[in-house]
């Protein structure tokens, strides 16, 4: 299985991301999105309007609009260096550092 892993870092809009051969992460319009290239549509979006998406380094994955507001997140805080993975099988995952445990999943929504 194939993953794109994110470590404390952060992106601005108008991002994406090839994810194997099916999906494309996208971050554009400050909507986090995660699409199935074959059917053409998202199967799983964070259904926000921000600036910035941040995998952070206590492990929260947030999204934050211009005047600096978290308008999404995770939950995870409190995973120190954990790795945010978009993986080639749909799915969205947030690993702890040693990458042995998920502490937040989302799954492709398929029609």
């Known amino acids: 299985m ?4 994110f ?3 952060e992106f601005s809009r108008g991002t994406s991301w090839s994810v194997g051969a099916r999906y494309l992460l996208s971050f554009t319009a400050g909507n986090l999105q995660f699409w199935d290239v074959r059917s053409n549509r998202s199967v799983w979006e ?6 910035r998406l941040a995998m952070q380094s206590d492990g929260n994955l947030a999204i934050y609009d211009a005047a600096g507001q978290c308008v ?3 939950h995870t805080a409190g995973h120190p260096n954990a790795f945010f993975a978009a993986q080639d099988d749909g799915t969205l995952a947030i690993y702890t550092a040693d990458q042995k445990r ?3 999943e989302a799954r492709a929504v398929r029609a």
């Open 72 to 74: 999404w997140a995770s």
């Open 2 to 5: 194939g993953k794109l892993l």
């Open 46 to 51: 964070s259904r926000s309007r921000g600036d």
């Open 102 to 104: 998920i502490v937040w």
């Open 7 to 9: 470590q404390s870092i």
